[in-house]
């Protein structure tokens, strides 16, 4: 199985020793991979507006919208860790999306195959992005009947 999570996000992850440590530990079940995209087009095109800037990270995701994917958005479904696992069962390869500072244009809404909210706060990309990698490997815990899941 292939995971990767895909963020728009500037600069590099305050939780990376944690995020890195949720990838080698989820190993033996999904190569897990993190991803974040930031580019000069993206940078001026935040500087302009919310449109501008969803347009540049929709064309920034773009060559990555492939297997089952996912975005994280505060208006998607909220699930508990059981029904997140059943996401992750029987897929080869799943693509998890964290949107911009703008989050996603409706565009790109409807190209996932599934919306999922873990709050209906709105959370900084580096506490998410951490959530979604712990919920990843307690997912595929869950699925492979490990005891991290109590």
Do not use: W
Not at 28 to 38: E, P, Q, S, V
Not at 105 to 134: G, N, P, W
């Amino acid at each position: 199985m292939e995971i990767s999570v895909f963020a728009i996000q500037k600069g590099k992850d305050e939780y990376e020793n944690e995020i890195n440590e949720y990838i080698k530990m989820s190993k033996k079940f999904a190569n897990l991979r993190n991803l974040t995209i930031f580019n000069d087009k993206i940078a001026k095109a935040q500087s302009l507006g919310k449109n501008e800037a969803l347009k540049s990270y929709d064309e920034s995701y773009a060559p990555f919208v492939k297997g089952y994917c996912i975005g994280l958005d505060e208006r998607g479904e909220m699930m508990d860790s059981l029904e997140f696992a059943k996401l992750l069962k029987d897929k080869s390869q799943i693509s998890f999306f964290v949107g911009g500072a703008f989050g996603f244009s409706s565009e790109f809404k409807q190209k996932m195959d599934k919306l999922v909210s873990f709050s209906r706060l709105t959370l900084a990309h580096k506490i998410a992005k951490l959530v979604l990698f712990e919920q990843i490997f307690r997912g595929l815990c869950i699925n492979a009947n490990h005891p991290y899941h109590k």
